[in-house]
Every structure is written in structure tokens, then in C-alpha cells.
């Protein structure tokens, strides 16, 4: 049985790459593979639906304290001093070593590209190192495009989000293929609510990144005032003003923000049509969570909305921006509404079959089979060096520094 070490984003499930790699790690412990997962461990009460339901599936899961867990280009901003900073991370280094070698780990896969202390540990410990990447590189993850040479060199295979995503890296990845896997959300069956009046609802937090502004607009020039426009989820606050002040501004009815829910496909009813107008995704899971709840959709053609497209084929896709064509997709949609939900409908089957979680990371769960064929990596002759002991390096400053003075005063009185 082999051990793996997973190194986790955020320790929470309020993004794509920590839920889609939670189900990864469930299956891989279903399939017998004993799976250690370490996270981010501030701000522990936001945690503690992640920690049970890691526990609940046999995950082991370790939250290690850090000031700074992200590269610190990366987004998220910087606290600390230079020198505090820089002794996290060594010591979130030397635990993640300490881990490998007391449970024999056979790997480290890190989830997301934001991170480099797990690459290092496996390095330093002289075993394989995965690398999982879900963000393309733009906007405020266009800096992980300086760091290519140390991601290649730090990993024994690289996989990205199929399609789009893998595609762009492959380009700049020069030295090793990067290789592909799709993300997995866990579809809860819903029972679908009846409805006598249609509705456009959209599920995802509102943000910039979401652009649900785009889809008030088309709303508005739509003026069917018997129409409710429905977003679920929570909500940045200041993207929220935007979208409230211009509702106001334009005095646009029937507009409703629910929040957070638990479950917001049981708040869909089969009357409704799911639109996700997201300038940015890496894969558009709302996306696949509607297909297989078997929701009419429109969605905008950015590169993640793409990526699923290719292995889905369905629904109707606008070009991002072009809120003249979202609004005649819209109402096509409503025109031929019993046509296009029986459709959805017929589809969940098919849509049920394509994403099974071996077929989705289908190239990750076999490489975990083989032998590995693994370089030593050259950094294994300065480990010591990023070993940590807060208290040792203090006192070896001190005395650093004690040393230094009196050389100095020996030069100064015996020159």
C-alpha cells in the first residue's frame, strides 16, 4: 500500500481545486492507498467542516501553522516581516519532511501551483513529487510564469485541467509534458422542485471573476417583467455594490441575491435555466453540476467553460462580452423551453457516464500505479540547510554574530 502526501491550498471548500482534489483522495483511499493530507492551518474555525469530512472518508488531515503558505508573489498579499516569512517556511518545509519520513511516504502531490514547500520536502527526502495546477496563468496568477524552471525542475510529473488550461501550459512547459486531469464535484442526487413560471438563475459567488454584471445587463434588455433573475451564493462585498448599485441605478425588478446555501441545487426548480457568464474559469464545475441535474444552459466561452465543453458537447455557449447574443440565446431558450429541458433531461445519462471520477483523473490514478522512475534531485546536498529549529537558529545567530565582533575587534587592534 502506498502512502501519499497531499499539500492542500486552503483547508477549506470554498474553491474548485480543494473540492475536486477531496474527492481524488477519497477514491485513492477507497482504492486502499493511505492518504495524508497538510494544509494551511490559520484561522482554524473555518476549518472544521473540512477536518471532519477529511477524517469521515479516512483522510488523515494536519493543519500546519504558517504566516505566509502561498509563494509570496502570489495572490493573497504579504504579512509579516521578510525574516518571519522566510522562517515559515522552512519550518513548514522541515514538517512536511518530517511527515514523509516517519510514514515511509512513497509521494508528494501538491494541489494548485501556488505552493512550492512540498516540492522542496520531496526533493530534500529524495522521493517523487506531483504537481496539480488548476489556474491559468493570467491576470493575478500570471506571476507563476517566471517560476516554470524551478515548477519543472521540482516535479516528477506536472498535470494541469484538460483542454484550454493544459494546452497553454504545454507550451511553456518545455521540458516535460505537462500531463491532463479533469476536476470532480460530487453530484448530491437533488430532487428538482416543480414551478409553474421560468426563471434565470445563476449559482456560483458573486465576484468580478464571475462577471454576473454581464448577465444583469442582458437581463435588463430582455424586459420581461414577469421573469425573476436569481443568483445563489455568497458574495464579495465590493463586486456586490457594483451589481446592486447599478440595479439601482437602472431601477431593474426582480433581481434576487439568496447567499450562501448549503445545497443550491435543491433551490432550482424545472422551470429554470442556469447561465454562467464567468469571465474566468478553469473548468466551470457549476457548469457540469447543472448538466448533471439536467438544468438548461448558457455559458459564456471562456477557456475553463471550454475545457468542459470538449467532453460534455452540450448546452448553448455565447462569446464572453457579447451580451446581444446572451440575450437571444436567452430567449430561444424560452421560446423552446420544453424542447431544450426534455433534451437536458435525456442527457444526464450520458453526461452520468462521462464524468465518472476514474475517467476524470484517469492519468493521475495510473501513474500512482506504476514504478516511478525517479532522478535524484540536486538539492539533497544542502538540505540541512532548510532545516529548521527556531530556537537553534536563534542562538546560532547570536553566536554568528558574537563571533563576528570579536573578529572584527581582533582585526581593528592586531592589524
Known sequence: MKTLIFVSPTGTFDNGAEISIFNLMKYLVFKGYRVINLAPGSDFDNKK???????????????????????????????????????????????????????????????????????????????????????FPENEFDYYLDKVDFIQDYSTNIYAVSGKLNDT?????????????????????????????????????LTKRKNQLELIKAYEKMQQKDLELVFIGAWDADYKKICSDYIHEHKIKNIRFTGNLDNPWAELTDKDICV????????????????????????????????????????????????????????????NFEEKKKKAVNFVSIAEERYQIQNVYATIINDLKKPIDYELNSIRHIKNLLSHNERKSKLASLEFKVRLSIQRLKNRFFR
Open 169 to 205: 501550459l504545454n507550451k511553456h512547459f518545455t521540458k516535460m509534458e505537462v500531463k491532463n486531469f479533469s476536476p470532480y464535484t460530487e453530484i448530491v442526487p437533488t430532487k428538482i422542485k416543480k414551478a409553474t413560471k421560468h426563471r434565470i438563475v445563476s449559482v456560483g459567488r
Open 276 to 335: 454562467f457568464p464567468s469571465a474566468m474559469e478553469t473548468f466551470g464545475l457549476v457548469y457540469v453540476e447543472a448538466l448533471l441535474n439536467g438544468i438548461p444552459v448558457i455559458f459564456s466561452d471562456n477557456p475553463g467553460h471550454l475545457s468542459a465543453y470538449e467532453i460534455f458537447d452540450f448546452g448553448d455557449l455565447y462569446e464572453q462580452g457579447n451580451i446581444d447574443q446572451l440575450v437571444f440565446l436567452l430567449k430561444d431558450l424560452l421560446n
Open 49 to 135: 467542516e473540512y477536518q471532519k469530512k477529511c477524517l469521515d472518508e479516512g483522510i488523515e488531515i494536519h493543519f500546519l501553522p504558517c504566516i505566509k503558505w502561498w509563494w509570496e508573489d502570489a495572490p493573497g498579499g504579504i504579512v509579516g516581516t521578510d525574516v518571519s516569512r522566510a522562517t515559515s517556511y522552512r519550518e513548514n518545509i522541515n514538517s512536511i519532511r518530517h511527515f514523509i519520513w516517519e510514514n515511509k511516504a512513497d509521494i508528494v502531490i501538491t494541489n494548485t501551483v501556488n505552493m512550492f514547500q512540498g516540492a522542496i520536502a520531496a526533493a530534500c527526502e529524495s522521493i517523487p513529487h506531483f504537481w496539480l495546477i488548476h489556474e
